[in-house]
């Protein structure tokens, strides 16, 4: 007995959807032929391209990435800033690009209020939470008479990202203050953090930072080397910065 | 309409570790089998080569590496009152996809449960007395030993040429490893891996303390080693990206740097990728498995007969496509009849930062089950009298690679982000360690999986709900291991030390375990049981479920060694018994 009938235009949206796969993507069929390998068929990752400046942001949206940015990782001694390090740039490519579109993300409806442990329910991907909640932030300090983030001073800046954090902030319709900051929280670190091929932790500036070693392949010298620094500068998969005649 | 295939002897839905064990050895024994995955052909050295695998955003914060869940997800709630809303992103559990299924990105931690972990109502019943088990927490024995299952842990560890220090050898306890393990026949076949110094100083803690450390047993190449299917393994090289990554090195065993060097070479075996299983076919009568129904990624559909049907997919796809297929009576909490979805479980965690302001620790360096381990408070191992919980898990300081995204350990009252919490991860990244806690949890009447009446999947098939929480006892338990990891804690002799207790419901958004477990549970009783012991069907006796899916209830340690050594033992069944006499039940219910 059949419990359910399959989606036949689903069906279709299947076959539409490996077209644009590569070839080990698509069915294949294996007898006797041992690991299958074919040459030139590594996953290599691909670098973004920064030299088009903004592709998703506006200009106001990007003078609000920026400033939140710059105190969620501000540029002191310790290091650099988000800023310094990319991460607007970063933020701006994975918004454009399959992330920003949740891809891979579950985003049929019905769209229901989370109970607070079922995670992420908003109806809007990242890149459509990120332009309805900047937009919703401007509306709401322009409704209270302030003035736009930017121009906020430090303090005040940090005062509304706490509020933001905290839940505290009613951003109205179907913005969540509180989600939306943290994705952005998390959107952030990933952009400082992650190997430079993506835009941010610009020079390996913040891996210097905190001291980690990077895309290395052998660690083994080290495993027993007890309480001994690290020796080695960190690496990115695309190299370092001393390794390019330009730096 | 579907296209209708040539019959096979055996097909397999799923080609993770359970489908690539069984296809070797039904080719073994001559049948000629089909295995039938839904996602990519995947070569380790090929797709996730040293040159570019270490790659945190992509295959980690992105997902490459795990299930699309615009294509499928589950619904998830605490409790049965609640409306279950959709796993929509990824969090407290990393669901796999493509050969080697979760075997590609899991860490390599392999453990034997506990003799006592096997029969646990029984156990505690007679240790513990009635009370001990309340009525609500339905715990099962096994219906399997661990004397039965021994010879094939053995054969899994010998398998992914495990890095070790046995603890009991014959029973006879063996300095430098675990006292508390069931006897084992041998030694491991590898040497325990290097050991840093914050798990050398977690161990040296422990013992201070009367406890009793030892490394635990890794997947993760001590050596160069060759297995006794004469497929070679490198020495690990330590470079952190083991746990939730892939190996390009051939340095951490999975399906495709053990067995399918040797399996995809066979003439009686064809894989088929990007093959999605939509239904199990049923005879007319229902107690026989017709094959099954399948469609490709260009949606053609096809009907694959075959004489024996294997359900090796994850835990969760296992129980859904039963309940999709309408094989076996569903669970019903209300009443606690059906069999189907009942007893799942999960597994609960805590941790406990230690700050040092002296020690380089180099967190970076690792791999993915290189570590410290004490199971003083595991399973059993411990007298529970008075303490009002069963149950246990290990305590462990693990350094699998502190990757930069996701290692951001700061002490009690440092903000999460703006300056000062900058200053302080820049001062102490080099210098912090975690100590773990990986318990037990026990399954109870309300946590089950059905269908879904509201969502669906890309294809139009009802998803599979979750409603699940920890009960009382997994907490006391939790809160009662987390205390004695903190204890460790302090004795490592930091600056400062931060203890994380789980506490509340369960939250499906930060990363927990990827040990879901039951739904289709193994047992001696038809009424309370999915599967004999030999992972059969009472219902259907040509259809075998592999995987977790068969735990009645979890254990405090990482499942894959006893799925593994439990797809072992089936196998064996089906070659020695079941071929002499398909269709028939391996047990008389």
Redesign the interface.
Known sequence: MSTFELDRRALLGIGAAACAVPLTAAAAQFTGAGMAWQPNTAAWPTAVDLRAGYMFFTPDEAAFIEAACARIVPADATGPGAVEAGVPLFLDRQLAGDYGKGARWYMQGPFGKSTGTQGYQSRHPPAGLYRAAIRAIGDHLGRNGGQPFHKLSAADQDAFLKDLEAGKADLGGDVDAKAYFTLLLQNVMEGYFADPLYGGNRGLAAWKMIGFSGARYDQRAYVLAYGKPYPLPPVGIGGRPAWSAKG | MATRLPAVDAVLIGFGWTGAIMAQELTEAGLNVLALERG??R?TP??F????A?????YY???ELFQ???H??LT???KAS??A?????L?SFLLGSGVGGAGVHWNGQVWRFLPSDLKARSHNLERYGKKAVPDDMTIQDYGVSYEDLEPYYDKFEYLCGVSGKAGNLKGVIQAGGDPFEGPRAREYPNPPL????AP?LFGQAAAGLGRHPFPHPAANMSRPYTNPLGVQLG?C????FCEKYACG?YSKASA?TTI??VL????N???????EV??IN?SADGKTATGVTY?????Q?FEQPAELVVLSAYILHNVRLL????IGKPYDPATGEGVVGRNYAYQITSSVNVFFDD??L?P??GAGALGTIVNDFNGDNFDHSGLGFIGGGYVGLLQTG?R??ET?NTPDGVP????AW??A??RD??KTTTISTHGAVMSHRGNYLDLDP???D?????LLRMTFDFTDNEHKMSDYLTDRAAEIGRAMGGREIKVNYRK??????PYQTTHNTGGAIMGDDPRTSFTNRYLQSWDVPNLFVLGATAFPQNAGYNPTGTVAALAYHAADAIKTRYLKAPHQSLVQA
């Not at chain 2, 270490?54 to 992509?58: A, F, G, T, V």
């Not at chain 2, 809303?85 to 992103?89: F, G, Q, T, V």
């Not at chain 2, 999460?416 to 300056?419: D, I, R, V, Y």
């Open positions: 990519e052909w070569d090929t797709d080569a040293p040159t570019f270490q790659d945190e955003l992509r914060w992105r997902h699309r869940l615009n499928d997800t998830i709630r605490n609640e409306t809303l959709p796993m929509r992103r969090g290097d050991m840093p110094y050398t020495a090289t330590y470079c952190g090195n495709q399918l060097p995809m070479r066979k003439k075996f064809t894989l088929k990728t990007n093959s939509v239904k049923l469609i490709d990624d260009k949606g559909e309940l999709l297929s309408g020690k380089i180099n970076f360096v502190a930069p995204i951001h999460k982000w703006g300056a900058k200053a991860l820049a990244y080099l509201t969502y669906k890309a294809l139009g098939r009802p509340g419901s369960w939250d499906v958004v």
